[in-house]
């Protein structure tokens, strides 16, 4: 079963907004943080940004001032506004859940992934 879904991906132009969404199953028990990752070729994935339950954010430094996150726990989605778009802000867009577990243990769950394309 797909358990993250993730959606508004696509080509835009420099300079231009694209709006992320990812949807979290409601299979998916005590979620306490949803966010985003990316990953371009040759490169590592690395942190977009996530927002927890409470509202805390955090975001990569390089999307600082120009991406916002938001959530509503209540349907456990997540959504990613992206503004002032960049070409390296070119990558596939990872859907993150963060669940806590009994034990201190935690488990996460990953969308399969949507492109976001910024030409020049």
């Known amino acids: 079963q797909v358990q993250l879904v993730e959606s508004g991906g696509g080509l835009v132009q420099a300079g231009g907004s694209l709006r992320l969404s990812c949807a979290a199953s409601?299979?998916?028990?005590?979620?306490?943080?949803m966010g985003w990752y990316r990953q371009a070729p040759g490169n590592q994935r690395e942190l977009v940004a996530i927002?927890?339950?409470?509202?805390?954010?955090n975001y990569g430094d390089s999307v600082k001032g120009r991406f916002s996150i938001s959530r509503d726990n209540a349907k456990n989605t997540v959504a990613l506004q992206m503004n002032g778009l960049k070409p390296e802000d070119t990558a596939v867009y990872y859907c993150?859940?963060?669940?806590?577990?009994?034990?201190?243990?935690?488990?996460?769950?990953w969308g399969q992934g949507t492109q976001v394309t910024v030409s020049s």
């Open positions: 993150n859940a963060k669940t806590t577990q009994s034990l201190g243990a935690t488990r996460e769950y």
């Open positions: 927002i927890t339950t409470s509202g805390a954010t």
């Open positions: 409601r299979s998916i028990f005590r979620i306490s943080a």
